[in-house]
């Protein structure tokens, strides 16, 4: 099912669409679905299991209906594969009012601003490329393996991380919170889920090697 | 600088590095830098079967290129996932999910022979 079985290539899944689109279009999911259900998780947290089935299928449609006009181009695939299930995944967004970054340039000052002169900022400039990825993946891990009610609580504190930073107030992520599972509570009890979120990611991140980062 | 400034300081350095980490764009092609997929998640993949194009494929008329997609921008095609999710599995009678499973079975197996014989002839 993943590209992990490592037996087809960006080059055989090429050939299979030249071959026949459909069977191209059969490559692709037998072997890729996984690597693009992943990507489509980088996008967002925000999505649901159930949002992640309809966008992947939206997007096989979205190819079936690329294959079938008489200027598809077969060459590297997986640049249009992962054009279009970028911009299904940006446009369900968008559909259901799900705030999304569109550019780390936006929240680049707060964070900016926030890792100036800190330990943590300091040790971070020092970590190697592999060590930065190793990170991202214990933090991926981490958020994953938090109780739903601190899960989503993280997910809300980054997609509005930049509103709190600017009008110096937890009601934007009380209010995402709101949205996202119907619950209503005060800027006050948000800013302490998201207390209690961080100290839990903080451990896990700890334990995962990255101690001496997250306690600066 | 104080004990608590300097407590929270360093906690609003955490969370810019966990915000940063999160919303900073993934290469597609770099697998093992997207995030791994959750029970739930994998669960909701795979219950997408394995017949998941024959299904769409069959279901998907030839004339809907004249539907309002626009293949070179951002897409708006509210019914989509609509129609897609009308093509669960969840429906397929017995006789045809083994079909269309045998069909998966021959492709991928035409796809690792010719494979196979462009590797034996490289040799």
Same mark, same amino acid.
């Given at each position: ?8 290539? $960006?080059?055989? @899944? ?9 069977? +191209? ?10 690597? @693009? ?10 999505? *649901?299991?159930?949002?992640? $089935? ?34 299904? *995944? ?13 550019? &780390? ?15 943590? +900022? ?58 996202? *599972? +119907? $619950? ?11 207390h209690?979120?961080r100290?839990? @990611?903080e $451990?896990? &991140?700890?334990?995962? +090697?990255?101690?001496? @980062?997250?306690?600066g | ?6 407590r929270e300081c360093q906690e609003r350095a955490l969370e ?11 290469? /597609? ?5 997207? /995030? ?21 494929? %069959? %279901?998907? /008329?030839?004339?809907? %290129? ?20 009308? %093509? ?36």
């Amino acid at each position: 099912m993943a590209q992990q079985d490592a037996v087809v290539t $960006e080059d055989d @899944l090429e050939q299979a669409f030249k071959d026949d689109p459909q069977f +191209g279009l059969e490559v692709l999911d037998s072997y890729f679905r996984e690597p @693009l259900w992943r990507y489509m998780k980088s996008i967002s947290r925000s999505l *649901t299991p159930d949002d992640m $089935e309809d966008i992947y299928q939206s997007t096989i449609v979205e190819l079936i209906r690329a294959v079938r006009r008489p200027n598809f181009d077969p060459i590297r695939p997986m640049r249009l594969v992962n054009k279009v299930i970028q911009e299904r *995944t940006v446009d369900f967004l968008r559909r259901k009012r799900i705030r999304r970054c569109q550019n &780390l340039d936006d929240i680049v000052a707060f964070v900016a601003e926030d890792l100036r002169n800190s330990n943590t +900022g300091f040790r971070w400039n020092l970590l190697l490329a592999d060590d930065k990825v190793a990170f991202r993946k214990a933090l991926d891990q981490a958020i994953d393996t938090l109780p739903p009610k601190q899960k989503s609580t993280a997910v809300a504190f980054v997609e509005v991380y930049d509103q709190i930073r600017e009008q110096g107030t937890y009601k934007p992520l009380a209010d995402r919170i709101k949205q996202m *599972t +119907g $619950e209503s509570v005060t800027a006050m009890q948000a800013k302490s889920n998201w207390h209690d979120s961080r100290s839990k @990611l903080e $451990e896990k &991140l700890a334990r995962a +090697g990255f101690r001496s @980062l997250v306690e600066g | 600088m104080s004990e608590s400034s300097k407590r929270e300081c360093q906690e609003r350095a955490l969370e810019a590095l966990i915000v940063s980490q999160v919303w900073q764009e993934r290469d /597609p092609e770099k697998v093992s830098d997207l /995030p791994e997929l959750s029970t739930e998640e994998r669960a909701a993949m795979d219950s997408l079967g394995t017949d998941l194009v024959q299904r769409l494929w %069959n %279901n998907l /008329p030839d004339e809907d %290129n004249e539907l309002s997609c626009d293949w070179d921008g951002v897409s708006e095609c509210v019914s989509d996932e609509a129609f897609a999710g009308m %093509n669960r599995a969840d429906g397929m009678d017995e006789e045809t999910r083994k079909k269309i499973e045998e069909r998966r079975k021959a492709v991928l197996e035409r796809l690792r022979k010719k494979k196979l014989d462009e590797e034996q002839s490289d040799a």
